[in-house]
């Protein structure tokens, strides 16, 4: 079978996927009905397939949900159809999965990444929002797939049956992750830090969107990758009767107030872009109490490491501290997610353009466009690269009715099979 002839007869199968995915949208370390779904299809295939610990480094996990929540997101997956055998496999919060498929012929150990988690946002039902018109919104209120990683779980079954189509015309090794906990910078280092990259000659990662762009454009690679921690900062101060004995308590809504403030007054540094945001503030217990308890969820990023690491996260560390002390109240801060910044190697500009010549969907091939956010994947491009290895993370285009995690978030369907073409003609063009 040839290219044209296997994307156009997939290309029904990826929107299906899609849809599925978009209905059971699952945030970080609980995607057990997503992992499930692609465990499903996978078996089908010609792939060994690994879950649970022997994918995940179990103390590399960062921004754990609590026992209760893990218990409670498993319990949901059972009542949804999740198999014993699939939840005995990913029991406490071991989602994601690989499948690998080896050849028998020598040649090169490609690694190609897909991420699979959602967002804690609750999805637009409004008339013009595509997945509500056509009836497949999210079946969990308050999640959403609002980043594209629905598509990206489709594309990599895409890619798993285009491998599956063409294994006699295939050298080498291939191994798929599907990566659980994208979002806040969670779910990559475990993988890395088992040995999943250690063999890995080439990596292909990529994404839908973050640019608005034609369907049929593409980037061979992506430059700008800000680094990122996530930081959560507890405030402990002390009760009181807000009327009889404010003298007696230790506010701690205040201290978490102040501290939100003054981060973001932190000053930019003159060697790069740096950012940081206070997304999520949680404090008191009553309009009479002085609130003995506040939470924060922040964010750094960096436009490198360096910045991020040794500027951003230092001085949000200080001004927590300050403003805790400030308030007489104590302060606790935990990082719950990193991801570095890293660099394509520069090869796959020129490779990408001469494996998609041709391509009669792939009209256009952008050298490089900026990502300017964060995505743990440079977590598995640094360890290629510094194995002498190669690596590159694409973009998709596809119009966005709406930005990246915002409710009304969507794209052209027909985005999909444009990535799964690229990808497996990329494949090829490494078997030259």
Not at 58 to 63: C, D, K, L, N
Not at 148 to 177: M, N, P, S
Not at 257 to 268: D, E, K, M, Q, V
Not at 372 to 393: C, F, I, L, N, P
Request: glycine residues 10%; hydrophobic residues 40%.
């Amino acid at each position: 079978m040839e290219m044209n002839e296997f994307i156009k007869k997939l290309t029904p199968y990826l929107i299906k996927m899609r849809r599925h995915f978009h209905q059971y949208p699952e945030a970080a370390w609980t995607e057990y009905v997503t992992t499930a779904s692609i465990a499903e299809e996978l078996k089908q295939l010609d792939f060994n397939l690994y879950m649970g610990k022997e994918i995940l480094k179990a103390e590399a996990r960062m921004g754990m949900p609590s026992n209760q929540e893990i218990a409670d997101n498993e319990k949901r997956a059972i009542a949804e159809g999740v198999s014993a055998e699939w939840m005995e496999k990913m029991a406490g919060a071991f989602t994601g999965i690989v499948a690998a498929y080896d050849t028998g012929r020598p040649g090169s150990h490609i690694a190609i990444r897909f991420d699979i988690d959602a967002l804690p946002i609750k999805e637009s039902a409004e008339a013009g929002h595509f997945p509500a018109d056509e009836g497949f919104i999210s079946k969990r209120e308050g999640f959403m797939h609002a980043c594209g990683h629905d598509g990206h779980a489709a594309i990599g079954l895409g890619v798993a049956r285009f491998i599956h189509e063409f294994k006699q015309r295939l050298y080498g090794r291939f191994t798929l992750l599907f990566q659980p906990g994208e979002e806040g910078g969670r779910g990559a280092k475990p993988m890395v830090e088992q040995g999943l990259l250690d063999s890995a000659d080439y990596f292909i990662g990529g994404h839908i969107g973050i640019h608005s762009l034609k369907v049929g454009e593409i980037a061979a690679t992506a430059t700008k990758f800000l680094a990122s921690t996530k930081i959560n900062a507890s405030f402990y101060g002390k009760s009181a009767h807000a009327g009889l004995s404010p003298n007696e308590g230790r506010n701690a809504l205040l201290a978490a107030a102040a501290a939100s403030l003054h981060l973001n007054g932190i000053t930019r540094h003159a060697d790069g872009h740096t950012r940081i945001n206070v997304g999520k503030l949680e404090a008191g217990s009553g309009r009479n109490i002085v609130a003995d308890f506040a939470r924060m969820e922040i964010e750094t990023r960096g436009e490198s490491t360096e910045l991020n690491e040794n500027y951003m996260v230092p001085e949000a560390r200080r001004i927590i501290e300050a403003s805790a002390a400030l308030y007489d109240v104590k302060a606790e801060i935990e990082m719950v997610g990193t991801a570095p910044s890293e660099e394509c190697s520069k090869e796959w500009v020129e490779r990408i353009q001469e494996s998609v010549d041709e391509s009669t969907a792939i009209h256009r091939v952008i050298p490089e466009l900026t990502m300017g956010a964060s995505e743990d994947a440079t977590y598995m491009m640094q360890r290629v690269k510094q194995q002498g290895g190669s690596a590159t993370y694409m973009i998709f285009g596809t119009p966005l009715s709406a930005g990246h995690h915002h409710p009304r978030f969507d794209y052209d369907e027909a985005v999909l099979p444009i990535a799964v073409e690229t990808i497996g003609r990329a494949v090829l063009k490494l078997q030259q």
